[in-house]
């Protein structure tokens, strides 16, 4: 098979224009660095997180103690022309985020006869109102008298006294479901109502009026109802008070909230069980003065952002993650190894290697800590995806204690070796979390409740294995790469699970493969240059809406981004490296597309989310994605081409 150029006529790249744009680019991003030698940008995701956290203050009563007023200026400045507040840039507008937006404008003290809340509103109504939304929109209506109890699914609190060896337990769950739902064993037991003033009620966002809702669970209409019998069940002994080892489960319960609150006051690194649990501790009459409530406080100030105007929170925070792509970008790009940037980023990293047993340790009995996690403390969930790109990171920066970086390094790749799934591939967090079963109990509506092995993740291991010389024990390179096979699809495209969406997943495919396997798999690769090339746009970059989630006729179709034409060209050159058979004209159209909306800053500007945190429901602006991945795209160039 060749490759398929999308047009006839060869552009040229001017090499002037490209060695300005690399050196501006990295002058930039070289100023972004913090004292303490990290890169760290902002995390960009929809309003709930920021509008749940006006509700749990409002719940403690510690409302007066941030500057919540400052969310009213931001979620105004965040609804769209339709009414609507948007799931990722550009969607029209999504309903369970709408809801919890003007749920947070209401709680602030916003009439419901505000211009831009009845504009809300017809939008709500038209989406069917708040009995359409998601579950877990629901439960926190529910906590403040807006939505009834009986409409929201049981989680027996017993099932955190399962055994480990259980065909169900809680570490059948992925991390971020186990570490969200451990909390809510005891809110959903105790089903509280706080009480914020007497007559507040979101009554008008039922389209079918509020005497006239049902408070029933949704039928599959196939043997998945048995979830819903178990629900009634559950539902019944609650209300008998016939829960069994109720008083255990609790106790059980509180302990693991408290055992796995990180030294920073945050709970697995993510906003969701740090709000969780929060609410757990006040329905645990917890005194606001308590230790544990005060860290868990303080950790959410530390995800927020307030502006002179606005006040925001994080979903997440990424130190790790950004330090380690922009020390590969620089690195690439040209900055000398031993750069003293270079030196205080990658010893920056060194000492954030995990070396505490953490969750994975259930499941995974043989191997030793030894991963990188996302944030800045988060010792129970190293990943997989940034151990990785750390691994590569430091590899390619010369440290002056190399002997210490390679023992890191050694250690990281042995614990990563012992995380891999029976089907092949590496997931993020966990080891054969891949119940699919799990996804269709009610409570989970997000389709997040496992975290079985990706293309994305998997390649992002093959790669670090042949682009750093590193080897894994047996057969699992081979056992990794039929697992690729398998999941490429028939038009040549790998799904991507964190990015979004094809564009990703088949660009870090690529990649691993031109490091590891390039001979074995160039049919394989050909078939995916050639569709990359095929989903170029007219104006030299790629783009992919988030919408290719829901519709996979949507795969590679969008407008031009900065951080998608970077993946897309990363793939084609490292491709091009490693077989010798360039998609010239592709590639220099992608670069010239990167030259031409350069600013005169040296980044480049992007709105659209092209992160992933959970498909269909929940993405990313990650604010560094725009800026060292198209870096690192036209380093990779100038290396490639200035040799040719």
């Known amino acids: 098979m060749q490759i398929k150029e999308s047009v006839s006529s060869v552009e040229r790249v001017n090499q002037f224009n490209l060695s300005q744009a690399i050196m501006v ?29 006006v509700l749990l203050h409002k719940i403690w009563g510690t409302d007066t103690t941030r500057p919540l007023h400052k969310v009213e200026t931001y979620l105004r400045r965040q609804q769209n022309e339709q009414g609507g507040w948007e799931l990722f840039y550009g ?46 929109t629901k439960f926190h209506l529910a906590l403040i008298g807006c939505y009834d109890w009986r409409g929201i699914p049981s989680i027996p609190p017993w099932i955190i006294l399962l ?7 809680i570490y ?11 909390p809510l064993l005891i809110v959903f037991d105790k089903k509280p109502v706080f009480q914020i003033n007497s007559d507040f009620t979101l009554n008008e966002l039922y389209a079918e009026g509020i005497a006239n809702v049902k408070y029933t669970l949704p039928s599959n ?60 501790f006040r329905v645990l009459d917890y005194d606001i003065a308590d230790p544990c409530v005060q860290k868990g406080f303080e950790a959410i100030d530390r995800f927020s952002i307030e502006e002179e105007e606005t006040y925001r929170v994080q979903a997440c925070v990424s130190p790790v993650w950004d330090t380690g792509w922009a020390l590969r970008a620089l690195v690439e790009s040209g900055l000398k190894p031993d750069h003293q940037a270079l030196v205080k980023g990658g010893e920056w990293l060194l000492n954030q290697q995990v070396l505490d047993y953490g969750d994975w340790s259930i499941k995974n ?65 966990d080891v054969d979390n891949d119940k699919n079963w799990i996804n269709e109990i009610p409570y989970g509506d997000l389709k997040a409740m496992i975290d079985p ?57 690529l990649s691993a493969l031109a490091a590891i396997a390039a001979e074995t798999h160039k049919p394989q690769m050909e078939k995916a240059v050639n569709w990359l090339v095929g989903c170029q746009n007219n104006d030299g970059g790629w783009g992919e809406t988030c919408w290719s989630y829901n519709d996979s006729s949507l795969k590679g179709v969008g407008g031009s981004t900065a951080s998608q034409t970077a993946w897309a060209l990363i793939g084609l050159l490292d491709t091009g490296k490693a077989l010798g058979n360039f998609a010239t004209d592709a590639i220099k159209r992608g670069i010239n597309y990167l030259l031409t909306n350069q600013t005169a800053e040296g980044t480049w500007e992007e709105t659209e989310f092209t992160g992933t945190g959970f498909p269909c429901h929940f993405y990313i602006r990650y604010h560094l994605y725009c800026h060292y991945f198209p870096l690192m795209a036209l380093g990779r160039y100038h290396n490639l081409y200035s040799k040719m």
């Open 172 to 182: 059948e769950m992925s991390s971020w479901a186990r570490e969200s739902t451990v």
């Open 25 to 53: 680019s990295q002058q930039y991003l070289l100023s972004l660095q913090y004292p303490d030698g990290y890169w760290w940008g902002e995390l960009e995701s929809n309003i709930t997180l920021t509008a749940e956290t």
């Open 91 to 136: 969607d029209g507008g999504e309903l369970s985020t709408s809801v919890e937006a003007y749920m947070a404008l209401r709680l602030l003290g916003v009439s419901q006869e505000d211009p831009a809340l009845i504009r809300a509103r017809d939008f709500i109504l038209s989406k069917g109102g708040i009995s359409q939304t998601r579950i877990f």
């Open 453 to 509: 092995n990706t293309a994305d993740i998997t390649a992002r291991v093959l790669e670090m294995l042949g682009s750093c010389g590193l080897e894994i024990d047996g057969d699992r390179v081979q056992k990794a790469l039929a697992y690729l096979n398998k999941e490429q699809e028939v038009d040549g495209s790998w799904f991507g699970r964190w990015g979004v969406n094809y564009i990703y997943g088949t660009s870090g495919v």
């Open 221 to 280: 209409g196939n043997w998945l109802d048995i979830f819903l019998k178990l629900d009634k069940v559950f539902k019944w002994s609650n209300k008998n008070n016939l829960v069994p080892f109720h008083k255990k489960s609790i106790q059980s319960s509180e302990k693991w909230i408290l055992d796995h609150q990180q030294e920073s006051g945050d709970w697995g690194g993510i906003m969701p069980p740090m709000v969780n649990s929060l609410i757990a």
């Open 365 to 429: 009995t043989q191997g030793k800590p030894g991963g990188w996690s996302f944030e800045f403390t988060n010792r129970f969930y190293p990943d997989l995806d940034d151990s990785g790109v750390i691994v590569m990171a430091l590899h390619g920066v010369k440290l002056p204690d190399e002997k210490r970086k390679q023992a890191a390094i050694n250690r990281c790749v042995e614990w990563m070796a012992t995380m891999q799934c029976k089907p092949g591939g590496w997931a993020a967090f």
């Open 163 to 169: 055994p480990n060896n259980f065909f169900f337990n």
